[in-house]
């Protein structure tokens, strides 16, 4: 039989011909040791050119595209292409990897640049459809901040050397400017402007002075200062230019014209070299890299070329390297007798190669694309074949032409001379091979001419006669020579010798294709008959090497990696020295030297890097003749599944679905839940028989290990147990911290958790989740302990670091593809670990992001051996390895030492003392060694005859397979298959400390009637005998023929029934277990199993075949059959008469039959309820409807059981969970309490004859538990509570309109422009012009057109607005926000937002700094508490991706933005205790939390907080790691253990009456109090998170806000709340919240509504819904209002008086104000009853008009604000409204269509003179001449029109209205504001525009948020513009003041004013 391993001898990589110079740019540099470093394929090349040699980097697994260099200049950053490709930065000095950045990009990693600074950060550029661009910290392989690049092509990026923290990129028509702050990097486009012409930018280098140099398609450069473009350097090259380099000297840059430019550091030109004129130059060669270092230039062209110049002799470039350029590479073909080679391309070249001096010996250029090619048997000629089906022969010596034939039509792709020369046989895709004499000239003298397909390979034999063939359609043909006869007899064929074998179908070479494979994917063979190997190239890149023959499919090889898609061909050279192979697509060819095996005996193979390069075929899944059978229980555990059809991960889902259904019965009462509770005592079991290394000792000497899905700490003196409960599902793997202090523990699930937690406390320290899918299956903790490495058990077995106090991952690779069964960490080296598993072993490196591994090499010493332990020794970095066959390996990385036979079996357990080892194997023998495996110094075996009398329980048999093996204490700790844990004493006595059923499920349970004893039995086939108190042992085992799954004890407990899985059962003696009685009278299993009460006459045997059997317990005998039931029988019981039988079944039958005939009975439901039961197990039936949850569609209950007194009843379930209701469970969806720790399924439950001891088994996990009924209900602490809060559906505590608006604000119909105003049409700037009936001349003879405007105080000097500043802003945000107002600096200042802008106001100058950095809408504001942070602000925004801001409050300087998942808007935010984390909350449906660590802009973690609002997140005042949110319907308490979020709900369980409400705010008490503000008034006091009491009614109305005091930790609460003599809506309360102090805000409003307090020294700072801040003295109780602002409400209306500092605002607030624009105050308001739209000045300043939104207008004196009069004409809303000049009309515009004019001079009756027809839409601006003789009047069409008055005819004449001088002008539409209309208003308008009264500038307002300045008039489309932020969505109107020094905006949505002041 041929050996069927992998050849022994292997390839090593010598050289690469080629460069990528094709799609990729800036790809060639110079390294620190002046090498020279690329990249070609998926290889990294290092070439040294002084010693012509070639290093290889080969950690990519695709094409590498990409290429930076570290400023160091010794590290290389490389990216690749691929689905998911990754960065890897490695060491051009020793070729190793770094680091592996990896998971942020798909497509491929287009750019990469290094920071210039100290280059430790990277960032890259992605070829998705978003080109996203990524930072990363690379050493720590992180993303910092990613963002979308463009929405196209990007080709290059580079860092600012000279600002730190900005980039610039640039590509398809575009340049962009980066600036990165915290996770955020914000772009800024580049202005082209009249400069230069947009066009595509191909490569950047920044400069100082904020200076950036780039290159053009058009060969110019282009020249930025900032963001806009000053200069261009025209023709700088003659066409694009490709790269640009900058360098100590200054740049150069390198072009498709084929030149290099050098240009000092202000870009003067210094020197041109055009690489066209140089002697290996060409027409058309393009540049596509250029590195300048020093003297000497490199330059990397399209076509594969790498030029040297140096710039002394810059006329002679040297050509120092080549390769083939575009199209495809297939022709290779090698000299019979030299060390030669030869390729032909699709680049129409021929290239002849000197192997033993790596160098290109000539070139020839043909006519046409070669793809195939082959040298006579001398040498003296050569063949080529050409893609147009013609052939060429030339003469070697001067490559000239002999002969140029053309026969076929189709690509020649395989060609070759006989051996003896006289013959050329040439194969075409046309399906023919012709075969040509050569020294007849080549006449054609045959044709074979079988072939269906294409022929792909053809060979010649030894003497000439034979050819065989190979063609795509996957068939082998045989033809006699020269005639091309087809050959058929089997005989003829089998005789024949080839002189060459390169076909690929064949018996000898069936092994090369796996067993299930396309034909075609293997493109070429060669083989080397003397050292009995061949090699293979195919369609996925790799070079293979078999052993030659190779007959079975599914050969061993060894396979190397390089190329990087297809490799077309691959040749031996002539002495076999080396083996050739050729890339398709990468151009390349590839030289390896081969190493024959025996130059390899025994010598450490040369590993490629980390075990990238040379792989010991993983992938061979043949029938393995000489590898041994696999052991019988690894088999068993390699096919273990740990998919779960529902994972818990998927209950809130399912609960949120059925929360929709119970909307249904949410009137209906659920019945509560009972009072008591039960606490988990103890649990048998241990999970052995699939995992390993779980069973340690701790810190204290406990015993830590795990069985379903419970930690458990035994304590060994004690026999006790405690638990860690925080796992939902079975834990697969436990690991201790080498301190012994914590554990981590790993489980199954979709997304399975890993939690750290502390033994003592059993407190979770951090939750790591989101890299394993299924499960984790081993876990180590570093020898640090500050990392853990988790392997899961997915497809690749991912193995992660993590460093999990953070919670972060640090590293993940693909483990292997086969199971792993251990990771280890080197006790020395922190970034070494290794794993075993199945066949294999991997030695693993951490690099950056990723690990690297380098595969264990066996050698000749051991077969590749399934491992199953390792351990780490103490010396030497020696490692030692169990192996399935009972051996120890013994490693030095990576090579095998030699192999010593331990154990016989597998060693499954193995651990490293101090001075040696211990090892477990599955023959049951424990082995002590020494610290080499020289000797082996004792050995124990397992056997009953050992046990010491003090074990707790009993051994089940001799010599169990070891699973875990532990020392500590002087004792030997070790766990074994069966589920027992076992204690072996040096000296040799044996104590057996806990025990547990074996693998199967357990479903068995019974309860002894009399004594604290219980029985269960189980798939293992094993009944066993347990004691339930306080000894808890297991006292009695006996092994079955079957398993079993029910059990039951008669009465008297003499008596034990047994139901068996094969239909029979057993009736043993209870206490020796023999048996007594047996029957075999069905097929199914027997499910359950009962005795009768009374004396126990009749036993019940239920089985799954449909019916109950009842037997006549004295007589032995079956009396009766119960039949009926449609489907399997799951519970039955008896009645305390014995009479009746209740029965369920699988199809949710309930049915009754009578004893002992087994009639059947029907029973009424309201009298099954009165039948007094001896047992009750049913799960149907009215009494425990209420059990069933609503998604029982998918969960069944397994098992019920209610206590003797009738009053509880527990459940078991498919989900794991115990339950326990109050008995009857009548009605719907009952409550309960709920506890964890099974895993899957409960599978039964029985109260113990106590009634205080519950039992329960978990099926496939294996446990018994044992729990105890605790009346006094502990507080748990798990973060699990036991309460299941489906909410109540109806409303508690009541309702607030404030609330229940809050709830539903829509926060994205305000994230986008929209328009404010519903107006149709065509907007200003699409409407076409029409030309006016005469073009005026340039030079008019007529009269000069009068001005536009009516200048005002012509006296002063026309002076135009350059410029507008924001001085003052009137408002503040209370309506839909809380805690937004705080004090800084000791109360001197105080911070505030509205609209997007924050403010910081000063209370001592009265003047106002704003920060306006955000988008839009600011939601919350925060202040750092901590004194390192003084006056460090965080503000969150509404968007779509919202950002949260941390910036400093004196300074405004950003400090850090935060990009956030949380989608819609933040909604709040808080610093945590020391100021460095900050939790904020999303408004989006999940309500997310996150915390972030701000200063890195790198988030923590974050998880969905709650299904309704969250309104408040606060971290707790001494704490980084807790707080707590509160909103809708909800309180919860929330830890950040590492980097998870875990909450516990709060529990109102133990007050009386108390309800859990709608919470508003929060604060907090010393030892652990938190207070939380209700909806009702009530504050609610929560110790941990259990209720303590309630504070009634500590408000009127909602509790909105509460602040705690940090010096004095008094608490100040704010509400709802009717000013009353003893009630005030601030109140300052004690540390307790048990006495307090109202305050009285004398706001004059009926009902106060505060909401936001903030306590400073002896002052109260209030923020109120209206908008108004006020100050309260502590002391005199005293209020003065700070600031005021408008209601929540649109403000519309706004005027300037006429020659006063003074204007007036109207709102929707019903509200008209006045204020003053000099002391910045509100001078007076007056209340309407209705919303007002407009108002305006009369003239003189004495009278002002109001217009309402229900049609009223009213006219006001100024002086008095008496009313002057009022009318009412229309129905609808009054737009504007306008006082003529000469103060003798009144015009009202309305949104009927309307303009109505009234009469001012007949006094107050306001007569209407007459109104305008025609109006074509709502009215929106008017204003009147300067005569009064006109109006112009702008409407919702985008129609402006012109009226006479008061006649209100419309002018038409364009000649009348071109007179007209304006007495003021805000209307948006008309010529002279056209400019002012925005390209991008399709979906939103421009609001408002005023002229200045200079006549020289306009500005507006738009639904963008924006105040933009113009020049007036402003007639050119898209005029130039100065634009001013602060206002969130939309500027709903704008004013000059009358002297034009400031401009008023007021805002839409923000309620705001803003006041701005000219320059």
């Given at each position: 039989?041929?050996?069927r ?10 050289w690469?011909y080629g460069?990528r110079?094709h799609?990729c ?9 002046k090498e020279?470093v690329?990249?070609?394929a ?7 050119t002084?010693?012509h ?6 950690g990519h697994s695709?094409?590498?595209i990409?290429?930076?260099?570290h400023?160091?200049r010794?590290l290389?950053?490389?990216?690749q292409?691929?689905?998911d ?9 020793n070729?190793q990897?770094v680091s592996i950045l990896?998971?942020?990009h798909s497509?491929g990693v287009a750019c ?5 600074d100290t280059g ?9 459809a ?7 910290d690379?050493?720590?392989?992180k993303?910092?901040?990613?963002a979308t690049?463009?929405?196209d ?11 730190q923290?900005h ?13 990165m702050?915290g996770?955020a990097?914000?772009p800024?486009?580049?202005?082209f402007?009249k ?6 930018i ?6 100082k ?9 058009n ?5 930025w200062k900032?963001?806009n473009?000053i200069?261009?350097v025209?023709?700088?090259h ?5 790269s640009?380099?900058?360098?100590e000297?200054?740049f150069?840059t390198g072009g498709r014209?084929?030149?290099i430019?050098?240009w000092?550091?202000?870009?003067k030109?210094i020197t ?6 140089a002697?290996?130059g060409?027409?058309?060669l393009?540049?596509?890299s ?10 990397g ?14 006329d002679?470039p040297l ?5 083939h350029?575009?199209g495809?590479l297939?022709a290779?073909?090698?000299h ?14 021929v290239r002849?190669w000197?192997?033993a001096?790596h160098?290109?010996i000539?070139?020839c250029n043909?006519?046409e694309?070669?793809?195939s090619v082959?040298f006579?048997?001398d040498?003296s000629?050569?063949?080529l074949?050409?893609k147009?089906?013609?052939f060429t022969?030339l003469r ?13 039509k189709e690509?020649?792709?395989e ?9 050329l046989a040439v194969?075409?895709n046309d399906?023919?091979v012709?075969?040509?004499a050569?020294a007849q000239r080549y006449k ?8 269906s397909s294409?022929i ?7 003497d000439g006669k034979?050819?065989?063939t190979?063609d ?5 043909l045989f033809?006699r020579?020269?005639t091309?006869?087809?050959l058929?007899?089997?005989e003829?064929?089998?005789?024949i010798?080839w002189?060459?074998w390169t076909?690929v179908i064949g018996p000898?070479?069936?092994g090369?294709?796996?067993?299930y ?6 493109n070429?063979?060669?083989?080397n008959?003397?050292s009995a ?5 195919d ?17 061993k ?5 390089g190329h990087?898609?297809?490799v077309?061909?691959?040749r031996?050279?002539h ?9 398709g697509a990468d151009h ?5 030297r081969?190493l024959?095996?025996?130059?390899m005996?025994g010598?450490v193979?040369?590993t490629f890097?980390?075990g ?5 075929s993983?992938?061979?899944d043949?029938e393995?003749?000489?590898v041994p059978?696999l052991?019988?229980?690894i ?6 599944n ?6 818990k991960?998927?209950?809130p889902?399912?609960k949120?679905?059925?929360r929709?259904?119970?909307q249904?019965?949410g009137s ?5 839940a009972?009072?008591a509770g039960l606490?988990?005592q103890?649990v048998?079991g241990y999970?052995g028989?699939?995992?390993r290394?779980?069973?340690f000792?701790t ?5 830590v ?5 419970v930690?458990?700490?035994?304590n060994?003196?004690?026999?006790t147990?405690?638990?860690?409960l925080g796992?939902?599902?079975d ?8 301190l ?16 750290v937690?502390?033994?003592q406390?059993?407190?979770?320290l ?5 890299h394993h899918?299924?499960g984790v299956?081993?876990?180590d ?8 490495v ?15 106090k953070?919670?972060?991952?640090l590293?993940?690779?693909r ?11 080197s006790?020395l ?6 794993t075993?598993?199945?066949k ?8 950056g992001g990723g690990?690297?591994?380098?595969r ?8 590749p ?5 390792v ?5 030497d970095?020696?490692?030692f390895s ?5 051996d ?8 095998l ?11 499954f357990a ?8 211990v090892?477990?194997?599955?023959d ?6 020494d ?12 056997k ?6 003090g074990s707790?329980g009993?051994?089940?048999?001799d010599?169990p ?13 070790v766990?074994t298959?069966?589920?027992e844990i076992?204690e072996?004493?040096?000296?040799g006595p044996?104590t ?6 074996m693998?199967g499920?357990?479903?068995?349970l ?5 004594l604290p ?6 798939d ?12 808890h042992?297991?006292?009695?085992v006996r092994?079955l023929k079957?398993?079993g799954?029910c ?14 899985n094969d239909g029979?059962?057993l009736?043993?003696?209870a206490?020796?277990?023999e048996?007594?009685v047996?029957?075999h009278h ?6 359950d ?7 126990g ?6 089985s ?6 009842i ?10 059959i119960?039949?009926?039931?449609t489907s399997?029988i ?12 209740q029965?369920n079944?699988g199809?949710k ?6 004893a002992p005939?087994?009639k059947?009975?029907?029973i009424r439901?309201?009298e099954?309820?009165?039948i007094?039961w001896?047992t009750?197990?049913?799960?149907l ?7 069933w949850p ?6 069944d209950i397994?098992a019920t059981?209610l ?7 527990a459940?078991?379930?498919d ?10 469970a ?6 309960f309490?709920r ?7 409960v599978?039964n439950v029985?109260?113990?004859q ?12 294996t ?8 009346s006094s209900v502990p507080q748990?602490s798990?973060p699990?509570d036991?309460?299941?809060s489906e909410?109540?559906?109806?409303e508690?505590?009541g ?16 994230i986008y422009?929209a328009?404010?105003r519903e107006?149709t049409g ?5 409407q076409q012009?029409e ?6 001349p340039p030079?008019?003879r007529?009269?000069?057109?009068p001005e ?6 012509i006296?002063k ?7 507008l500043?924001l001085?003052?802003v009137f408002g503040?945000?209370?309506f839909d926000c809380r ?5 800084l600096?000791d109360?001197?200042d ?8 924050a403010?910081v ?11 306006l ?6 939601l919350?504001?925060?202040v750092?508490?901590h004194p390192?942070?003084?006056n460090?602000i ?13 910036w400093?409050?004196m ?6 933005i935060?990009?956030?998942?949380h989608a819609?808007?933040?909604?709040y935010?808080n610093?945590s205790a020391t ?9 989006e449906?999940?309500?997310t ?18 299904p309704?609002?969250i ?6 005042p001494d704490?980084?790691s807790?707080?707590v949110s509160?909103?809708?319907k909800?309180?919860?308490f ?13 529990v109102?369980?133990?007050v009386e ?5 709608t ?13 939380t503000g209700?909806i ?9 998170h ?8 500590a408000?009127t109305g909602?509790?909105f ?5 940090l010096?004095d930790?008094?608490?100040v609460?704010?509400g709802?709340?009717r000013?009353?003599?003893?009630g005030g809506?601030v ?7 048990k006495?307090c102090r109202a305050?009285?805000?004398e706001?004059?409003q009926?009902?106060d ?6 306590r400073g020294k002896?002052k ?6 209206d908008?108004?801040?006020?100050e309260v003295g502590?002391?005199?109780?005293a ?5 005021n ?7 519309w209306?706004?005027?300037?008086h006429?020659?006063k ?5 109207a ?8 204020w ?7 001078l007076n308001?007056?209340?309407l ?8 000045y009369?003239p ?8 309402m939104?229900?049609g009223?207008?009213?006219v ?7 009313m ?6 229309r129905?609808s ?6 006082f003529?000049p000469d ?5 009202v515009?309305s949104?009927e269509c309307?303009v109505?004019?009234y009469d001012l001079?007949?006094?107050?009756s306001?007569?209407r ?7 074509p839409?709502?009215?929106?601006q008017?204003?009147?001449?300067a005569d009064?003789?006109?109006?112009q009047?702008s ?8 009226h006479e008055v ?7 004449e364009?000649?009348v209205t071109?007179?007209?001088t ?5 209307s ?8 002012v209309?925005?390209r991008n ?10 002229v200045s009264h ?5 500005v507006?307002?738009d639904d963008f948020?924006l105040?933009?300045l ?18 969130s969505?939309h500027?709903t109107n704008i004013?000059?003041?009358?002297d034009?020094?400031?401009v008023?905006s007021?805002g839409g949505?923000?309620?705001?004013v803003f006041?701005?002041r000219c320059?």
């Open positions: 039989m041929a050996d391993t992998a050849p022994r001898c292997q390839l090593r990589l010598e690469i460069y110079g799609q740019r800036n790809n060639l540099f110079y390294t620190a040791g020279v690329y990249f070609v998926g290889v990294g090349v290092v070439y040294n002084r010693e040699t070639q290093r290889f980097y080969l695709d094409d590498i990409s290429l930076a260099l400023p160091e010794s290389v950053a490389t990216g292409v691929g689905k490709p990754y960065i890897c930065v490695w060491d051009t000095f070729i990897t990896k998971d942020a497509h990469l640049a290094f920071s210039a430790e950060r990277l960032v890259s550029v992605g070829l998705d978003k080109n996203t661009v990524c930072v990363w690379w050493k720590r392989g993303v910092i901040a990613t690049g463009h929405s092509r990007i080709f290059d990026i580079t860092w600012d050397p000279f600002q923290n980039l610039v990129s640039c590509g398809v028509k575009h340049i962009k400017f980066w600036a702050c996770n990097l914000t800024k486009r580049g202005i402007g400069t230069g012409d947009l066009q595509t191909l490569c950047v280098a920044a400069a002075d904020d200076v950036t140099y780039s290159g053009a398609l060969g110019d450069i282009y020249v900032g963001l473009l200069r261009t025209q023709g700088a003659g066409a694009g230019i490709f640009m380099y900058a360098c000297e200054g150069a014209d084929g030149c430019r050098l000092d550091v202000d870009f030109p041109k070299i055009d690489l066209r004129e002697e290996q060409y027409k058309g393009s540049i596509r250029v590195c300048w270092r020093a003297d000497r230039i490199l330059a062209t399209q076509d594969s070329e790498i030029f040297e110049v140096m710039v002394r002799d810059r002679k050509l120092i390297m080549q390769g350029s575009e495809e297939w290779l073909g090698v019979p007798k030299k060390p030669l080679a030869v390729t032909g391309s699709d680049d129409r070249s002849l000197s192997l001096d160098a290109l000539a070139r043909m006519e694309a070669v793809r082959a006579s048997s040498g000629q050569l063949a074949g050409m147009d089906g013609s022969v070697v010596r001067d490559m000239t032409e002999i002969v140029h034939i053309k026969d076929r690509v020649i792709h060609l070759k001379f006989s051996p003896d020369g006289a013959y194969g075409s399906g023919l012709d075969i040509y050569v054609k003298v045959g044709e074979c001419s079988r072939s294409f792909t390979h053809l060979d010649w034999s030894v034979f050819l065989q190979n795509g359609a996957g068939e082998r033809y020579m020269p091309g006869k087809h058929t007899t089997k003829e064929i089998k005789g010798h002189v060459s076909c000898e070479v069936s090369i294709w796996p067993k494979t396309n034909i075609n994917e293997i070429s063979l060669d083989a008959f003397s190997v061949l090699v293979t190239g369609d996925f890149g790799l070079v293979k090497l078999f052993r030659f023959p190779c007959l079975k499919k599914g050969a090889f060894k396979k190397y990696i990087s898609a297809h077309t061909n691959v031996w050279s002495d076999l020295q080396w083996v050739l192979t050729t890339g390349s060819l590839f030289q390896w081969f024959p095996e025996g130059i005996n010598v193979e040369p890097q980390d990238f390069g040379d792989s010991n993983e992938e061979s043949s393995l003749s000489d059978e052991d019988s229980d088999e068993q555990e390699t096919q273990i740990y998919d779960r059809q529902v994972y991960e998927d209950l889902q399912l949120q679905q059925s929709e259904k119970t249904q019965v209906l009462k659920r019945q509560q009972p009072d606490r988990l103890f048998h999970r028989y699939d995992c290394n779980n069973l000792y810190q204290a000497g406990e015993v290990y795990h069985v379903a899905a930690g458990i700490v035994y060994r003196q004690q026999h147990q405690r638990f860690y796992h939902d599902d834990i697969l793997s436990l690991t201790v911290h080498p012994k202090d914590y554990a981590a523990t790993g489980q199954v699930g979709r997304d399975p958790a890993v939690h937690w502390d033994i406390s059993l407190k979770c951090s939750l790591l989740k989101g899918h299924r299956c081993a876990l903790f570093s020898a640090d302990g500050k990392s853990l988790s392997v899961g058990v997915d497809d690749d077995h991912t193995i992660v670091v993590w460093d999990w953070k919670g972060e991952k590293a993940t690779a483990g292997h593809k086969d199971k792993l069964f251990v990771v280890k960490c006790p080296l922190m970034d070494k670990l290794v075993v598993g199945m294999h072993i991997k030695f693993w490196q951490l690099a690990l690297t591994f380098k264990g090499v066996f050698g000749n010493l051991g077969k051996e399934t491992m199953m332990s351990c780490y020794g103490h010396t970095d020696l490692v169990g192996a399935a066959t009972g120890i390996y013994i490693w030095k990385e990576p090579v030492l030699k192999t010593i036979k331990a154990h016989d079996g597998p060693v193995m651990f490293s003392l101090d001075k040696g080892f090892t477990g194997g599955k049951g023998v424990v082995e002590l060694w610290d080499t495996f020289e000797r082996c110094l004792k050995t124990y075996a397992i009953r005859a050992t046990l010491s009398s707790k009993l051994l089940l048999e010599n397979s070891i699973r875990a093996i532990t020392l500590g204490h002087g004792r030997i700790l766990g298959k069966n589920g076992l072996i004493d040096k000296s044996i057996l400390l806990v025990q547990g059923h693998e499920e357990v479903w068995g019974a309860t002894h009637p009399l004893v219980c029985a269960t039995v189980s293992d086939r094993t009944l066993r005998i347990w004691e339930t108190s306080s000894s042992r297991m006292v009695a092994k079957k398993g799954r059990c039951a004890f008669s009465p008297d407990g003499k008596a034990l029934a047994v139901g068996l029979s059962f009736v043993v003696n206490d020796t277990l048996d007594m047996s029957f069905r097929k199914e299993l027997i499910s199993i009962k005795f009768s009460r009374d004396a006459k009749y036993l019940a045997v239920a799954h075949d449909h019916f109950v059997d037997y006549n317990v004295l007589t032995s005998k079956r009396v009766g119960c039949k009926g039931a399997y799951t519970h039955i019981d008896w009645d305390s008469h014995g009479k009746l039988l029965v079944s199809a039958e309930l049915l009754f039959f009578e005939r087994g059947r009975q029907t439901p309201s099954i309820e009165k007094e001896a009750w197990t049913s799960v039936g009215p009494t425990c409807e209420g059990i609503i998604h029982s569609g998918i969960t397994n059981s206590t003797s007194d009738r009053k509880l009843l459940t078991g379930d989900f794991g969970f115990l339950k326990l209701f109050s008995y009857p009548n009605g719907h969806y009952a409550r309490k506890y964890v720790g099974h895993s899957a399924h599978t029985r109260w113990a106590d009634g205080v001891t519950l039992l329960t088994v978990g099926g496939a996990d446990a018994l538990m044992i729990w105890t009924l605790d748990d798990r699990v036991s309460e299941e909410e109540d559906t109806e508690d505590g309702y607030d309109s404030d609330v229940a608006r809050e709830k539903v604000i829509d926060y994205t119909t305000k422009a328009s404010i107006m065509t907007k200003p700037h699409q012009k030309a006016s009936a005469e073009e005026r030079v008019s007529a009269v000069p057109l536009k405007l009516q200048k005002n105080n006296s000097k026309k002076k135009l607005v350059e410029d500043v001085d003052h503040f945000r209370g805690n937004n107002l705080h004090y600096n109360g001197t105080i911070v505030f937002h509205t609209a997007a802008t403010l106001h000063s209370l001592t100058l009265g003047t106002q700094s704003f920060y950095e955000h988008t839009d809408d600011i919350c504001l925060t750092n508490q390192k942070y003084k460090i965080a503000t969150g925004q509404i968007g779509a991706t919202p950002s949260i801001h941390v400093d409050a300074s405004k300087q950003t400090l850090s935060l990009r956030c998942s819609k808007g933040v909604g935010v610093f100021g460095k984390l900050l939790v904020s909350v999303g408004i449906p999940e309500h939390i996150t915390v972030w660590r701000w200063q890195e802009g790198a988030k923590v973690t974050s998880k969905g907080g709650h309704d609002r309104f408040v997140a606060e971290f707790r704490s980084d807790q707080f509160v909103g809708i909800h309180v919860k929330w830890t950040l253990a590492g980097g998870s979020l875990m909450y516990k709900k709060g109102v369980g133990l009456d108390a309800r859990m409400q919470m508003l705010s929060v604060a907090f008490g010393a030892n652990n109090l938190t207070f209700a009702n008034g009530d504050v609610y006091v929560w110790r941990d259990f209720l303590l009491r309630v504070v009634a009614k408000h909602p509790v806000t509460m602040y705690t005091t010096r930790g008094l608490i609460t704010g709802k709340e000013p009353t003599k003893e809506a109140k300052l309360w004690d540390q307790e919240m006495r305050f009285q805000l706001t004059g009926v009902v509504c505060v909401r936001s307090v903030c002896g109260i700072l209030v923020g109120t819904k908008g108004e801040i006020i502590e002391k005199n109780a209020s003065n209002i700070l600031i602002g408008h209601m929540q409400g649109e403000i209306g706004l005027a300037t006429p020659a500092d003074v204007f007036i605002t709102s929707d607030d019903g509200t008209i104000r006045i003053d624009l000099v002391d910045k105050k509100l308001k007056v209340s009853g209705h919303p007002a739209k407009c108002v305006s009369s003189d300043g004495e009278m002002v008009a109001i217009g939104k229900n009223e207008f009213v006001l004196l100024t002086n008095s604000l008496k002057w009069g009022k009318k009412r004409d129905s809303a009054i737009q504007d409204i306008r003529s103060k003798h009309l009144l015009v515009g949104a309307t109505d004019l001079t007949q006094g107050s306001l007569n003179i007459g109104y305008c027809k025609d109006i839409s709502f009215v929106i008017m204003d009147f001449s009064s003789r006109f109006i009047v409407t919702g069409a985008y129609k402006r029109q012109v008061p006649s209100g005819k419309i002018v038409t364009q000649t071109d007179r007209i304006w007495a003021s002008w805000t948006v539409l008309g010529d002279e504001v056209l400019g209309w925005p208003a399709d979906k939103a308008d421009v609001n408002c525009t005023c200079a006549g020289l500038n306009v507006t307002g948020g105040v933009k113009f020049d007036f008039p402003c007639s050119e489309k898209f005029a130039k513009h100065k634009r001013f932020f602060g206002h969505a500027v004013r000059f003041s009358y034009d020094k400031y008023i007021t949505d923000d309620c705001s006041v701005w320059l």
